[in-house]
T-cell receptor, first 110, second 115 residues
Framework: EDQVTQSPEALRLQEGESSSLNCSYT??????LFWYRQDPGKGPEFLFT???AGEEKEKERLKATLTKKESFLHITAPKPEDSATYLCAVSGGGADGLTFGKGTHLIIQP | NAGVMQNPRHLVRRRGQEARLRCSPM?????VYWYRQLPEEGLKFMVY????????ESGMPKERFSAEFPKEGPSILRIQQVVRGDSAAYFC?????????????FGNGTRLTVT
């Protein structure tokens, strides 16, 4: 069974304080690893897809990386508007749909 | 370029009533997924549909829940005889064909409250 574990569950940072969110996964035959951002009362918003170990993707202050066992979402010099829950999900193992982690609730204080 | 549209945004039902949740996928998307999100829990896969076909319903409870995606019109998630434990946020997502590596695009969900 596919498993996705995200850490930490919650993270509070000062504006400008860089950090990383972790996503550990277990899946047979990874087809893709996905990062989403979810704001309160909204649906998940797609950020990145990573397909193979060593791959990196960047968007503004966010950078996602992938190894064979985990993915990191690096956030550089965050701003208060980066506050959200960040979700990691995997596709693979012959299953349809994505398997999601519980997310990291990120708060950026001004 | 409308995204995934879900309605209603909020739905209140008494125990024993039926709930119908609607989802219109993004233009050009033919694959629809339904997920359930409970407080403090991750998104849980329920069902995957293409037009007029249920492809995978392995995440759906065996009783009271059903889903359809007709040739014309939105996808419908139907919950019969709702119970308090059905209270949750239900999200619909759509993707292009080739779903294994295509990202899912989500709507803003329907929040179901059973009283």
């Amino acid at each position: 069974e596919d498993q996705v574990t995200q850490s930490p569950e919650a993270l509070r940072l000062q504006e400008g304080e860089s950090s990383s969110l972790n996503c550990s996964y277990t899946v047979s035959g990874l087809r893709g690893l996905f990062w989403y951002r979810q704001d309160p009362g909204k649906g998940p918003e797609f950020l990145f897809t990573l397909y193979s170990a060593g791959e990196e993707k960047e968007k503004e202050r966010l950078k996602a990386t992938l190894t064979k066992k985990e993915s990191f979402l690096h956030i550089t010099a965050p701003k208060p508007e980066d506050s959200a829950t960040y979700l990691c999900a995997v596709s693979g193992g012959g299953a349809d749909g994505l398997t999601f982690g519980k997310g990291t609730h990120l708060i950026i204080q001004p | 370029n409308a995204g995934v549209m879900q309605n209603p945004r909020h739905l209140v039902r008494r125990r024993g009533q039926e709930a119908r949740l609607r989802c219109s996928p993004m233009k050009g998307h033919s694959h629809v997924y339904w997920y359930r999100q409970l407080p403090e829990e991750g998104l849980k896969f329920m069902v995957y549909l293409q037009k007029e076909n249920i492809i995978d319903e392995s995440g759906m409870p065996k009783e009271r829940f059903s889903a359809e995606f007709p040739k014309e019109g939105p996808s419908i998630l139907r919950i019969q005889q709702v119970v308090r434990g059905d209270s949750a946020a239900y999200f619909c997502a759509s993707s292009e064909p080739g779903q294994g590596d295509s990202p899912l695009h989500f709507g803003n969900g329907t929040r179901l409250t059973v009283t």
